[in-house]
């Protein structure tokens, strides 16, 4: 059964930051594209960040450039967002998504997310 828990999130002061990590089981993490989204009241899902296998070609959006680091850890089947720096339009539900290879297709797998609040 693939299971993808996403913890770390809270309420953090303007400017703090915070860890957020997603741990996985039940397929083949080494093989996986890794990535984070996000989910605000009221707007669409954003793609925040993205890994793919080996650690290579890192992507951000815009709005997280320069503040939001994503790393993996393949011993571990653990993904990490380090989020420095944070706004209060950084406040959502952070998600972790997994893609995997299935016969010339993908499966796509997500955690249920964990929350980040950013005020004072």
């Known amino acids: 059964q693939v299971q993808l828990v996403e913890s770390g999130g809270g309420l953090v002061e303007p400017g703090g930051s915070l860890r957020l990590s997603c741990t996985t089981s039940g397929f083949s993490f080494s093989s996986a594209v890794m990535r984070w989204h996000r989910q605000a009241p009221g707007k669409q899902r954003e793609l925040v960040a993205g890994?793919?296998?080996?650690?290579?070609?890192?992507r951000y959006a815009d709005s997280v450039q320069g503040r939001f680091t994503m790393s993996r850890d393949d011993a571990a089947s653990t993904v990490y967002l380090q989020m420095d720096s944070l706004k209060p339009e950084d406040t959502a539900v952070y998600l972790c998504?997994?893609?995997?290879?299935?016969?010339?297709?993908?499966?796509?797998?997500w955690g249920q997310g964990t929350q980040v609040t950013v005020s004072s």
């Open positions: 890994l793919n296998v080996l650690g290579h070609s890192e």
């Open positions: 998504e997994a893609i995997t290879p299935n016969n010339g297709d993908y499966n796509s797998f």
